[in-house]
T-cell receptor, first 113, second 113 residues
Framework: GQQLNQSPQSMFIQEGEDVSMNCTSS?????WLWYKQDPGEGPVLLIA?????ELTSNGRLTAQFGITRKDSFLNISASIPSDVGIYFC?????????????FGKGTLLTVNP | DARVTQTPRHKVTEMGQEVTMRCQPI?????VFWYRQTMMQGLELLAY????????DSGMPKDRFSAEMPDATLATLKIQPSEPRDSAVYFC???????????FGPGTRLTVT
């Protein structure tokens, strides 16, 4: 089935640093979503992207829908301890069934105070 | 504050027992998804419904798993008989038809001994 490559798998950073992570797919996607999962909870939707080149912000988070439509990026600026968690990308490919999303394996973010 | 709710949050059972997990989607949402999350496989889609009708359950082991939506406010996932390899966190998510954002519940952590 469709797979997303999400990188890096994990990051360990100091509070205040900026963070970047990305996802790539082998096929064209027409929707990209970014989620954050805290321990013991379900993924929470952070940002949704629908058009190639789209750049969307949510507070200190900024995500971009890649021009090739095969990748997406998430940046976190000035990280704080509560940014700790697992970040997942998810996408819907242009040839896929309605509503089904493919998820990346996640990026585990640790922020050292 | 509209949220997806899931019960129970935790379930420990013995191999061979029946397990039923319940989900209440966000009011007004008409697509419902069941996912399983494990360390090895990440998030896997088991089944999804649109307007209470099952659209795709290809991700589910048919011999032991079943998913239903008796009404618009309740989705159930049943495992009978359960096996140790079913141990995982099971998430329900809901969304609006026509949109691709999915909103996750807090999950049911299942342990089969």
């Amino acid at each position: 089935g469709q797979q997303l490559n999400q990188s890096p798998q994990s990051m360990f950073i100091q509070e205040g640093e900026d963070v970047s992570m990305n996802c790539t797919s082998s096929s064209i996607f027409n929707t990209w979503l970014w989620y954050k999962q805290d321990p013991g909870e379900g993924p929470v939707l952070l940002i949704a992207l629908y058009k190639a080149g789209e750049l969307t912000s949510n507070g200190r988070l900024t995500a971009q829908f890649g021009i090739t439509r095969k990748d997406s990026f998430l940046n976190i600026s000035a990280s704080i301890p509560s940014d700790v968690g697992i970040y997942f990308c998810a996408g819907r490919d242009s040839g896929g069934s309605n509503y089904k999303l493919t998820f990346g394996k996640g990026t585990l973010l640790t922020v050292n105070p | 504050d509209a949220r997806v709710t899931q019960t129970p949050r935790h379930k420990v059972t013995e191999m061979g027992q029946e397990v039923t997990m319940r989900c209440q989607p966000i009011l007004g949402h008409n697509t419902v998804f069941w996912y399983r999350q494990t360390m090895m496989q990440g998030l896997e889609l088991l089944a999804y419904f649109r307007n209470r009708a099952p659209l795709d359950d290809s991700g589910m082991p048919k011999d032991r798993f079943s998913a239903e939506m008796p009404d618009a406010t309740l989705a159930t996932l049943k495992i009978q008989p359960s096996e140790p390899r079913d141990s995982a966190v099971y998430f329900c998510a809901s969304g609006l038809m026509g949109a691709y954002e999915q909103y996750f519940g807090p999950g049911t952590r299942l342990t089969v001994t």
